[in-house]
C-alpha cells in the first residue's frame, strides 16, 4: 500500500495539470495575470478578425486537403455539380482518368505538410514547457502571422440546456462559449463514443456532415488539436485566443467533413457553432501556443 506522501504528490501532480481548465480556479486567478485578459462587452464583439476571414482560412485549408485526397472523392465529386468538380479538376485530366496508378495518385502530402504550403505554418502536439501541464501545442514550421488562424476547439456541440454531467466527469477539455453553448473536446471515454455516434448518424452516403479523425492520432484537419492548447500563465504570456465562429449555410457541403464539430442534437437550431484560435501577434517556429481567458462584461 502506498503511503500518504506519495499519494499526496500524485494528487498534487494531477492538481496542478488540471487546474487550468478548473473555471473557479481560472476566476479566481485572473487578477494575477490581467495582462492577458481580453473584455468581451457581448458575444458580438468577441471578434479579433473578421469572420469572412476566417471562412477564407478554413475553406482555402479545406480545399487544398480536399485536392490531396481526390482518388478518395470520387463517388462524393460525382454528386456535385459541374461548377464545384472544376474546382477540383487537374487541368490535364479529370480525377475520374486518372485511375488508380500509385504514380499519379495526388495524394503525397501529409496534413501538416499541406497545412504549411496553405498557411505558412505547421502545428504539432508535444510536452508542454509549462510544468504539469499536459500535452502543448507547439508551431513546429514556418512562422505564424498576427491575425492568423492557427487551430481549432473540436468536439460535440451541446445547448446549455443539453445532459452533459456523464460526458463531463473528470474531463478537463470542455469549452463554454459566451452564449452558454458547451463543446466537449475529449477525445477518449464516453466523450469519444458519443462524438462517433453523433458522426454516422449524419452522414448522408459518401457526405461526411464532420470530421472525426481528430480523435485519433492523426487528424485530416490539421488545425483540430485546439483542446490541447493551454492557457496562459505568469511565466508564459498568452499569444492566441479563442474566437467564436458559426458556419453559415454557403459553407461548401463538400469540405463539411474537415469541420470537427457536430452537433449533439439533430434539432438544435442555428448555424453549427466552432470555436477557432487566432495569433493576436507574430509566432515563431518552436513556440508553444497559449490561450488567454477572456470575461463577459455585463
Do not use: H
Request: glycine share 6%; aromatic share 12%.
Amino acid at each position: 500500500m502506498l503511503s500518504p506522501g506519495p499519494v499526496l504528490r500524485a494528487l498534487l501532480a494531477r492538481w496542478r495539470s488540471y487546474k487550468y481548465r478548473f473555471v473557479p480556479w481560472v476566476a479566481l486567478n485572473l487578477s494575477r495575470n490581467r495582462r492577458n485578459m481580453r473584455y468581451v462587452s457581448d458575444c458580438s464583439s468577441d471578434k479579433v478578425i473578421s469572420d469572412a476571414e476566417v471562412y477564407s482560412s478554413l475553406v482555402s485549408l479545406f480545399q487544398a486537403i480536399f485536392r490531396s485526397d481526390l482518388t478518395r472523392q470520387k463517388d462524393l465529386l460525382n454528386l456535385l455539380p459541374e461548377t464545384t468538380k472544376s474546382i477540383y479538376r487537374l487541368p490535364d485530366t479529370s480525377c475520374q482518368q486518372r485511375g488508380t496508378d500509385s504514380s499519379e495518385s495526388p495524394v503525397t502530402l501529409q496534413a501538416d505538410e499541406i497545412l504549411l504550403k496553405s498557411l505558412g505554418f505547421s502545428i504539432d502536439r508535444r510536452p508542454s514547457s509549462l510544468d504539469t501541464a499536459g500535452i502543448g501545442v507547439f508551431v513546429s514550421k514556418g512562422f505564424v502571422p498576427k491575425g492568423a488562424v492557427v487551430s481549432m476547439y473540436p468536439g460535440a456541440i451541446y445547448q446549455y440546456y443539453e445532459p452533459i454531467l456523464f460526458q463531463s466527469i473528470g474531463n478537463p477539455f470542455i469549452f463554454r462559449c459566451l452564449d452558454g453553448i458547451l463543446i466537449d473536446g475529449n477525445d477518449k471515454g464516453i466523450s469519444k463514443s458519443v462524438y462517433r455516434s453523433c458522426s454516422r448518424r449524419d452522414q448522408l452516403g459518401p457526405l461526411k456532415m464532420c470530421d472525426s479523425t481528430w480523435l485519433t492520432r492523426s487528424p485530416r484537419n490539421p488545425l483540430a488539436v485546439g483542446q490541447y492548447v493551454n492557457n496562459c500563465s505568469n511565466e508564459y504570456a498568452a499569444n492566441v485566443c479563442y474566437q467564436e465562429f458559426d458556419v453559415p449555410d454557403t459553407f461548401p457541403v463538400e469540405l463539411r467533413q474537415y469541420i470537427p464539430n457536430i452537433r449533439y442534437s439533430q434539432n438544435m437550431e442555428g448555424p453549427l457553432r466552432c470555436v477557432v484560435l487566432v495569433a493576436f501577434r507574430d509566432i515563431d517556429c518552436g513556440e508553444e501556443l497559449f490561450s488567454n481567458y477572456f470575461t463577459l462584461v455585463q
